[in-house]
């Protein structure tokens, strides 16, 4: 069964550092997300990106952070300079059409030191 | 704006016996709900959602939930735990329309089965 699968599993990164979450969705899927868990708080949405430009974006995704979807395969996350509060598990989803349910996949877990 | 809230942070139950986890949602239009069912060092898995049709929706390892517009409840219930249902539990509302349909999550139920 084709999945969403997410690399690295666990960062770790100095506050100030560029971090680059990778993302694989599913191949035949057009609209893609990520979203962010803060240990003990909600899942939070981040950003949603189709026909390579975003659709939409959150108060969080500042300008800090940039998607892009540099191959026919990946969709990345970038955050520039992380910050302490930046620590948290990215997950990316995606969806084959508008309205589909979301995949998501195993998840990153950033740690900013 | 639309927004779930998960009644119970942490459930508790035996092996055998039914599960009931509860959510309530805030929407101004017809909701389309949703649980996902999250094991330890695992992904986020859909297990069923409503999309106004059938407003007892069945999803995957023997889970339903029903969805009550007069309550404005869609809790999740499975008849009989299983050692391998212990898993975080989210309750969901996707907003927006066209292109934007971020899901709105709520804090989660953590389910633990006890032998």
């Known amino acids: 069964e084709p999945e969403v699968t997410q690399t690295p599993s666990h960062q770790v990164t100095q506050m100030g550092q560029e971090v680059i979450l990778r993302c694989v969705p599913i191949?035949?899927?057009?609209?893609f997300y990520w979203y962010r868990q803060i240990l003990g708080q909600k899942v939070e949405f981040l950003v949603s990106?189709?026909?390579?430009?975003?659709?939409?974006k959150s108060e969080i995704f500042d300008d800090q952070f940039s998607v892009e979807r540099p191959d026919g395969s990946n969709f990345t996350l970038k955050i520039r300079s992380t910050k302490l509060e930046d620590s948290a598990m990215y997950f990316c989803?995606?969806?084959?059409?508008?309205?589909?349910?979301?995949?998501f996949g195993p998840g990153t877990r950033l740690t900013v030191t | 704006a639309q927004s779930v809230t998960q009644l119970d942070s942490h459930v508790s139950v035996s092996e055998g016996t039914p599960v009931l986890l509860r959510c309530n949602y805030s929407?101004?239009?017809?909701?389309?709900l949703f649980w996902y069912v999250q094991h330890p060092n695992k992904g986020l898995q859909l297990l069923l959602k409503?999309?106004?049709?059938a407003t007892l929706v069945k999803g995957i390892n023997g889970f339903e939930a029903e969805f009550k517009k007069s309550e404005t409840s869609f809790h999740l219930t499975k008849p009989s735990a299983h050692m391998s249902d212990a898993a975080e539990y989210f309750c969901?509302?996707?907003?927006?329309?066209?292109?934007?349909?971020?899901?709105?999550w709520g804090l989660g139920t953590s389910l633990a089965v006890n032998p």
């Open positions: 989803a995606s969806s084959e059409r508008q309205g589909d349910e979301q995949y």
């Open positions: 969901v509302v996707r907003q927006g329309a066209g292109n934007n349909r971020k899901l709105i």
């Open positions: 409503y999309t106004s049709a």
């Open positions: 929407s101004s239009y017809s909701p389309s």
């Open positions: 990106f189709y026909n390579n430009e975003i659709s939409e």
């Open positions: 191949s035949n899927h057009l609209y």
